[in-house]
């Protein structure tokens, strides 16, 4: 399909937040961008934007899709407590194909919050298998720990993964320092150092974790986890609420990204993270949703408000962080982090990964400020448009994704009716 | 119109969140809630919920709607500066119809929130004057202050609004202690005991309000009103961040309730408020979403989300306000507070003020709680139908409000291209 964007304002991201009128695709990659011009292609389609906002994809940079079945499940505990006594319970009890089903509906969710990929945390093959069907973007990102997976499975699945598909990309990882003996983490290290490559994991979500690891090693999670090596070949940590001068500079020194979840932070009453700090000191920024489990919703726009807001709060400083930065982190840096630079903004020769914004509803209303409207106004009830690799996976409330939504809600409810 | 809904999730909240099949409207109200059961009225419209969820309104009770020509005009700054350097300023050029088409444009996004009224502190005739032409329900509140209004206007316009219209009903208000010299109180004073009526303020919003009150008058806003005999008669006071023990046992003792406005709280970084500690000393709490400059945006499901969220960060327990509780806070406490103890829950005999919530959307599956669903997943996609005193004012996208949504959006344009 070779479709063009007329009459908007298309946000690049390649400058700023600057604004052009049109963008060509062809197939899956961006034509054309800026000024209206006569067209070199024939097109299938022809979208008048109408004025409405086209802008880079969001890049859920930290997530566990296949846990929608614990949605509203064990709400309102704190998160050590959660994890140990809910959620590995009930997930003991989940097949592949369950994970295949929980995935696609969460990437349902993804595409109306005009999210264009994820960086999965959980079953991997399943995963994929569902965005693959599905038309969907994923970077899965393997949990190992001690309980389930080996060094050797978690390099196999990496390269398995990146050879799989073109939509499909995949990082080492593992689930966290606390899920992970010494051992393993030293085994981790060695693979990380043989492969020499990026990893990503769970670390300083809760001040609990923080001092536990302090106790049972006399180091900071980033600092134990450090110890090993493990972070020499950069990556990315998840959460980070809890980091300490020393923390920071050792991400900075290793060139890890940190990819904040401000939303199940926030519900599971694990802290607020120095986001300002580390933006300050150079460190990337991406935003994650984290799992259903936890959120429980997966809206890219709650998370941008609250990144803005709790630092807001954290500071005192209603000047700290504004729209721009946050939408930049949502669109550009999660790209970085993900290993998507293809996808990260709008430019000839990138992947065709978008979203379309509907201005013309009441919270957008009047114009004074796009930018400010989308990050501090808008919700999933603007997502005109969700386009993937060229397709239009979403449109004006409607799924192309394969399958029926109705098929997709009636599987996730068999899941949780088996489980109760 | 009577209408028909079944074969849905009604949740009455009569009796905490339990569900009922059937609703039926005759007119303005309900005339029925229950099983299904033979009708003994001729329906002129019958609308099958397909399972989709029915509650109450959402009370919006704390709210600027003629502000929305200052989203995103002036963000990221501190409560007073932002309130005299860019608010005051702007709001001199304003029109009366300025602040009715301005108003109508806040009653698209309340519909489109699932919101069925909201006490408004603005121009409160033009106001409702937006509100009975688009078929809202609204309660104002004078916000007399130095600069504008005397007690004598207050207690004129409190009888003249509340004769107007059945959808408007007035309180009387004025806009805090801050912007009232003490002869201006003493004057409220006597109004509140001559007439024995209850009364509407900002107060304690920020740290710096309360310091300088305490530096100017050696009290604390909330004991400085009362020393004028204000708070006699119960009301309500909007925000309050900073509140000692005594200044809530003052509220309790004076029967006055707490609008607490988490969103704008955020994003001016005011604070966040001692919901708990106010619920457990059985101080009614609503929740407003408070103006649109410094919010930005209109929207229960934010704000429900951060009154759960910020007391579980504040209080570090993940278990702190639970879903329930937030929303009889949104649909019921709201409407007592407002005096619209006919519009609180769904029974026979009172307002058919109603909103259906869509459960076929990827954020509300699968169903493991449908309220926990709605409180901490929900969002604006997720509002099917807003109806007000029987009529559907939204429905699927689309507004029912007397004027069509692009003429609102061009006079607000409109607005904002003159003042620049």
Redesign the interface.
């Known amino acids: 399909m070779n479709i063009r964007f007329y009459n908007g304002k298309i946000c690049t991201m390649e400058n700023g937040t600057a604004f052009v009128d049109e963008l060509w695709t062809n197939g899956g990659k961006i034509a054309y961008v800026g000024a209206s011009k006569e067209a070199d292609i024939i097109f299938d389609r022809e979208i008048d934007l109408d004025g409405n906002l086209l802008i880079p994809g969001f890049k859920n940079a930290h997530t566990h899709s296949g846990m929608?079945?614990?949605?509203?499940?064990a709400?309102?505990?704190?998160?050590l407590d959660?994890l140990h006594h809910q959620v590995f319970p009930m997930e003991a009890k989940l097949t592949p194909e369950d994970v295949y089903w929980l995935s696609r509906?969460?990437i349902?969710?993804y595409l109306?919050s005009g999210m264009t990929c994820n960086m999965d945390m959980y079953m991997a093959d399943e995963m994929a298998r569902a965005s693959i069907d599905s038309g969907f973007r994923t970077v899965t990102v393997n949990g190992l720990n001690n309980f389930g997976g080996s060094v050797e499975e978690t390099e196999a699945e990496y390269d398995r993964l990146n050879a799989m598909h073109e939509r499909i990309g995949a990082c080492l990882g593992f689930h966290a320092e606390y899920t992970c003996s010494p051992e393993l983490l030293k085994e981790i290290g060695e693979l990380v150092n043989r492969r020499r490559l990026p990893i990503f994991t769970h670390s300083s979500e809760s001040l609990r974790e923080v001092n536990e690891c302090l106790e049972r090693t006399g180091m900071t999670p980033t600092a134990w986890i450090d110890s090993f090596g493990i972070f020499n070949y950069g990556g990315g940590a998840y959460h980070c609420v809890h980091m300490t001068d020393d923390d920071l500079s050792i991400m900075k020194k290793r060139n890890m990204a940190i990819v904040s979840c401000p939303?199940s932070n926030?519900?599971?009453?694990s802290?607020?993270a120095r986001i300002i700090d580390m933006l300050s000191m150079g460190i990337d920024v991406g935003i994650g949703t984290d799992g259903?489990a936890s959120?429980?919703?997966?809206?890219m726009?709650?998370e941008m408000?609250?990144m803005?807001?709790?630092q807001?709060?954290r500071?005192?400083?209603?000047?700290?962080l504004?729209?721009e930065d946050v939408l930049k982190m949502a669109c550009v840096t999660g790209a970085r982090i993900m290993r998507l630079t293809e996808c990260d903004s709008l430019a000839a020769g990138k992947n065709a990964d978008l979203t379309v914004i509907d201005m013309?509803?009441?919270?957008m209303?009047?114009?004074?400020?796009e930018i400010?409207?989308l990050v501090?106004?808008?919700?999933?009830?603007n997502v005109k448009l969700t386009m993937i690799n060229g397709e239009i996976l979403y449109e004006n409330?409607e799924f192309f994704v394969g399958e029926k939504?109705?098929y997709?809600?009636q599987k996730?409810?068999e899941?949780?009716d088996r489980m109760r």
């Open positions: 929608t079945f614990l949605r509203s499940f709400d309102d505990l704190p998160l959660w509906l969460a349902m969710e109306s939303g926030t519900k599971l009453a802290g607020i259903p959120n429980n919703c997966l809206d726009f709650r408000f609250l803005t807001g709790l807001k709060l500071l005192d400083n209603a000047a700290a504004p729209a013309h509803r009441p919270n209303q009047p114009v004074n400020h400010k409207n501090y106004s808008g919700s999933k009830e409330g939504p109705e997709i809600y996730a409810n899941i949780i």
